[in-house]
Structure formats: structure tokens, C-alpha cells
């Protein structure tokens, strides 16, 4: 079961960039997948999370009307379309797959995760 997060790297403010996560070794077709991230000397928190359909999503909100999150089922794969970058966005982000269908917001709900990829904006 694994989980592997690409599509970081460093970016200008108000630049975008986008992020995958690839499933392997298990199907995530039925469960809700999110985002978190993690800046130095703070806590993880939440970013995006969308249930298994992609009919329901939620979004932080420092994030929201900025960053769009969808899947592709058939890929087994997950997405974070990151637009408007600011120097606050700069984190290790990674992606999870939850224990149930929806677009859970809470990290205990999260029982698998992918390795992190860094996102580092410039102002």
C-alpha cells in the first residue's frame, strides 16, 4: 500500500503548480483521498479532501477559490491544482487516503499517507 506524491518544487508568488499522488498496491476507487501539508515548526493540517467520486469537496480555508482538488479513478490517482501561490503556502504537502468514502477534513480519519513532496514559494 503505498501512496507517492509528486509535482513539488519552487515557484514565485502568484505562480501555480500542480500535484499528483499515484496509488499502488491497493485500490483507493471507495474511499475519500485529501491533501495536508506541513510547514517548518508547525503543525500538519488540512488542505483539501474529496470523497470517492469526486462529487463532494472541502477545502481549508486559506486555500479556498485557490486550489482545486480532483481524482481520476481509472488512474488511481489524486490531484492539487495549486493557482495564486503565496509565500505561506510553502510546505512538505502530502497526500492520504481516509477510511471511509467522503471528503473527511480530519487527519485521524486518514489512515494511509504518501511521503511528502516540498512546495516552496518565493516572494
Known amino acids: 500500500v503505498q501512496l507517492q506524491a509528486s509535482g513539488g518544487g519552487l515557484v514565485e508568488a502568484g505562480g501555480f503548480l500542480r500535484l499528483s499522488c499515484a496509488a499502488s498496491?491497493?485500490?483507493?476507487?471507495?474511499?475519500?483521498m485529501g491533501w495536508f501539508r506541513q510547514a517548518p515548526g508547525k503543525e500538519r493540517e488540512f488542505v483539501a479532501g474529496?470523497?470517492?467520486?469526486?462529487?463532494?469537496?472541502r477545502y481549508s480555508d486559506s486555500v479556498k477559490g485557490r486550489f482545486t482538488i480532483s481524482r481520476d479513478n481509472a488512474k488511481i490517482a489524486v490531484y492539487l491544482q495549486m493557482n495564486r501561490l503565496r509565500p505561506e503556502d510553502t510546505a512538505v504537502y502530502y497526500c492520504?487516503?481516509?477510511?471511509?468514502?467522503?471528503?473527511?477534513?480530519?487527519?485521524?480519519?486518514?489512515?494511509?499517507w504518501g511521503q511528502g513532496t516540498q512546495v516552496t514559494v518565493s516572494s
Open positions: 492520504a487516503a481516509n477510511r471511509r468514502a467522503w471528503a473527511t477534513t480530519a487527519a485521524t480519519e486518514y489512515n494511509h
Open positions: 474529496i470523497s470517492w467520486n469526486g462529487g463532494d469537496t
Open positions: 498496491g491497493r485500490m483507493f476507487n471507495n474511499n475519500g
